[in-house]
């Protein structure tokens, strides 16, 4: 079959590789219909994500038939249903499992020993996402072995289409995740730093969650136009101060909700010297990440109020003012997504016609054109914000 | 590139999928090019910094040798930002510092430097990487631009199909059924 494969930095090809096998009883596999890239892809296309080895399949948004199941998965799963595979792999079983803590699953990550080193306990098992979280091969490919796939996957109805529905293996989930864990009350005002896919979904979910208003910051005005249609009010951050404006949306008070969509990679700019700061001690291997969007969330926050993180950070922060988020009594909230908690209730909102999460798509291609593709979505070509590949 | 991925496949499960053709590379010319200044950069740095003596000697700059170490420094330092991410930073900040070096270099080309043959070689080897560095910068660059297109309006991709105001009616009654209900 064919494959996005990762071969070094900047270097994805579609490759020819051996079609993927039943392994273990819980195994199914499934024929991909559709997939999608991610911001998260774009972190190890980089290499900023240690742990990824050339050969590896990327891809962890994905949807598609049963083709094949193994004999454990017990009837939960049959040939031709259709499925959309959450980037999280789920035991279903454990203790975290039972507590609705899907991405910190004990079980599925089968280099445990690797993830419990390097974060002093593992995490779930995640697919096409380095070898520290199981170096499960991804979904950018014909066929995928999803694992424990009798827990593993969401159905789908058939008269959805795969746009509607792609989603909710990863963006959807994730940019809901965001929000909810913001508590949001009718008085609050939910500020979003990145207008990205995460970022548009967290848009939509906190104004359906009832905010008050959303305010919606990047500097690339397609990605400012989309976030405004969702009922954002927008800052420009390469035109205006983000923490004026913000004080002047919020009467001074700052915002109650802070959720950074933009993660390790917060674009740099001379304007924001600290982030010509972190790159340069990022090029010497001094610190792993661009915490930008941190420092600007805890400085401009309401006292008492919420950080929401979905943003992926990989390693090692520099100058987070801890000193400010201690004194003001702000709260975290963080994690890869627990995107099984969500997917029933979501699932759900996209059939009552509460929301259609295929307003993201820019870009629908084959899968000979993804390795192209990755470059135009980085570099932000052709006002493209997502990329969905038809295997 | 082939060879590795598929030196991998020893690491891989039986039933994960492994390497049998590696397809092309996507990178374009320039990207190869940004990455062979990277790497000279970063060789003619490591020159600069242990042979400054011997360089000094070469030119009749006799004095210039912690510049010439500065410079050295300066050229590993493009030659890491040439072969990151940020290659258009890296390829610009080299033709900086041709600009610099042609300056240097112009002030020793004068007719009392016994080693003035040298240094107008030197000037010409400079020149003519100056020349590739401005070719390397000026293609990574058109290659990674978001310029030449205009940012396209998405404004009519609100995502609720029944419109933005009756998404937030719905929350607020929805929020109304929830404390109700409490
Ligand atoms: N927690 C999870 O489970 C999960 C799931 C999916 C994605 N993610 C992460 O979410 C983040 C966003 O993903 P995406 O797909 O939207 O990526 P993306 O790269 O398309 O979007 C990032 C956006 O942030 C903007 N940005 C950069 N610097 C900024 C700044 N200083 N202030 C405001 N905006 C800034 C960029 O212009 C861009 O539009 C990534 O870090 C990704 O890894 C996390
Ligand atoms: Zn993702
Ligand atoms: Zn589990």
Not at chain 1, 23 to 49: F, M, Q
Not at chain 1, 185 to 207: F, H, K, N, Y
Not at chain 1, 345 to 353: A, H, K, M, S, T
Request: proline residues 5%; aromatic residues 6%.
């Amino acid at each position: 079959m064919r494959a996005l494969v990762w071969h070094g930095k900047e270097d994805i090809r579609c490759d020819q590789v051996s079609d993927p096998e039943i392994e273990d009883e819980r195994d199914a596999i499934i024929k991909v219909t559709s997939c999608a890239i991610c911001g998260s892809d774009l972190h190890l296309y980089h290499n900023y994500v240690p742990a990824m080895l050339p050969g590896d399949i990327m891809g962890h948004e994905m949807m598609g038939e049963v083709v094949e199941v193994g004999r454990g998965v017990n009837g939960a799963l049959k040939k031709g249903d259709r499925i959309v595979v959450p980037f999280t792999i789920i035991c279903g079983e454990c203790d975290q499992c039972k507590r609705q803590n899907f991405s910190v699953c004990e079980r599925t990550n089968r280099k445990k020993n690797l993830g419990d080193k390097v974060f002093g306990h593992t995490t779930a098992g995640l697919f096409g996402y380095t070898h520290l979280t199981g170096g499960y091969p991804g979904g950018q490919a014909e066929y995928l072995r999803v694992p424990f796939a009798d827990a593993t996957h969401v159905k789908v109805p058939d008269n959805l289409t795969d746009e509607q529905v792609l989603f909710l293996g990863d963006i959807f989930p994730t940019g809901w995740q965001a929000a909810a864990q913001c508590d949001i009350e009718p008085t609050d005002t939910v500020a979003v730093w990145g207008c990205g896919p995460v970022g548009q979904m967290a848009i939509r979910s906190a104004l359906l969650l009832g905010a008050k208003q959303v305010v919606a910051i990047d500097c690339l005005p397609e990605r400012l136009s989309m976030g405004a249609a969702g009922g954002a009010i927008t800052i420009n951050f390469a035109e205006e101060s983000v923490v004026e404006r913000l004080q002047e949306l919020t009467g001074a008070n700052g915002p109650e909700k802070c959720i950074d969509c933009v993660g390790m990679e917060s674009h740099v700019s001379l304007a924001q010297p600290d982030t010509v700061y972190d790159r340069a001690k990022q090029l010497m291997l001094m610190e792993n990440d661009r915490p930008h969007v941190l420092r600007e969330m805890i400085y401009v926050c309401r006292p008492a109020g919420v950080i929401s993180i979905p943003g992926v950070y990989s390693g090692l922060v520099d100058k987070i003012p801890m000193g400010q988020a201690m004194n003001k009594g702000l709260t975290f909230r963080m994690g890869q997504t627990h995107v099984t908690r969500w997917t029933e209730d979501l699932l759900r909102r996209i059939v009552d016609g509460q929301i259609d999460p295929s307003f993201v798509i820019t870009h629908t291609v084959g899968l000979e054109q993804g390795p192209e593709m990755y470059k135009v979505f980085r570099d932000k070509q052709d006002s493209c914000i997502k990329v969905v590949l038809k295997p | 590139m082939n060879v590795v991925a598929k030196l991998t496949n020893i690491t891989r499960s039986p039933g994960d999928p492994k390497v049998l053709q590696a397809g092309p590379s996507v990178a374009g010319a320039f990207d190869g090019l940004a990455r062979k200044l990277g790497w000279f950069s970063i060789a003619l740095g490591v020159v600069e910094l242990v042979g400054a003596e011997r360089i000094a000697g070469a030119l009749g700059m006799s004095g210039k040798q912690d510049l010439i170490r500065a410079y050295g420094a300066r050229e590993i330092s493009s030659g890491i930002l040439s072969l990151s991410v940020d290659k258009q930073a890296g390829l610009w900040s080299r033709v900086a510092g041709d600009g610099l070096d042609i300056a240097t270099l112009l002030s020793a080309y004068r007719h009392d430097n016994p080693k003035r043959d040298n240094v107008g070689i030197a000037l010409a080897v400079v020149a003519g990487i100056a020349l590739l560095d401005i070719i390397g910068a000026k293609g990574v660059t058109a290659r990674h631009s978001r310029r030449g297109t205009k940012p396209r309006d998405y404004s009519d991709r609100s995502g609720f199909p029944a419109g933005t105001a009756a998404a937030r009616d719905f929350a607020r009654s929805e929020r109304g059924q929830e404390s109700g209900a409490a």
